[in-house]
């Protein structure tokens, strides 16, 4: 696996904790971002009494959906790296007095956990240096019975399609400085080759594989079991 940048996963720590109240807001209330990461719990579909990691889990927009879904008898981890992010996780967390319900701060590859019944990444691997990597190595460090990724990149289906050249606008005025280290590159393509690689092991590395694009084809939303 390709070693992290200290400086790019310093700025994108930084990044993400400067605008995590931002973040949390649109995270939480953009036009059609709640049906999306239902769609996202439901093709991890984990079990009352699982134990599930959300890797890279930002302020924790995830969690109630994972929460209700392994009940207070299962755990729910939220990984991340950026500490204005973990906080407001936390804080989501204490408030909603879930005894069950953790951050930790940590990097993406290398997590301090042993194993998992199921993880989930959203909007997390367009950051990751080599995202293949990554999901291999939550396939392989985890264990975990089922895995699923929702992500966003350029649409190649007719409705999207026109509007790919607004979406490339919005992605490098928006990018963490994780996405714009390919100087010869858009951070827009760069976007769509990490997601497609991410995608790609999952489809490749799982049996019993669910993919679907939705959105307009913006969003990518695949999972899977071992
Ligand atoms: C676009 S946000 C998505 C957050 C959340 N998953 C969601 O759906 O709202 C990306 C998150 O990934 C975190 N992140 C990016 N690279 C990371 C890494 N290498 N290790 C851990 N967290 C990372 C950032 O701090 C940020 O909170």
Redesign the pocket.
Known sequence: MRP?DPDR?AA??TF?SRWAGV?DRL?RRAPGIRRLRRAAVAALDPAPGDTVVDV????G??LPYLRERVGPEGTVVG????PG?VGRARTLVARAGWTNVSVCRA???RLPLADADAVLA???VG??PDPAAAVEEWLVGLAPSRIALLDLARSHRPPGRPLNPLFGVVVAATAPP?TRDHHDDSPARVLDRRVAAAHRTLLDRCSSTDHETRAGGFAYLSAGGR
Do not use: E, I, K, S
């Not at 990984?79 to 950026?82: Q, T």
């Open positions: 992290p996963a994108a720590q993400y973040y995270a890279g889990c930002g302020t927009a995830n990984v991340d790296f950026a992010a990097g993406a590859t959203t909007f997390l950051m990751l994780g």
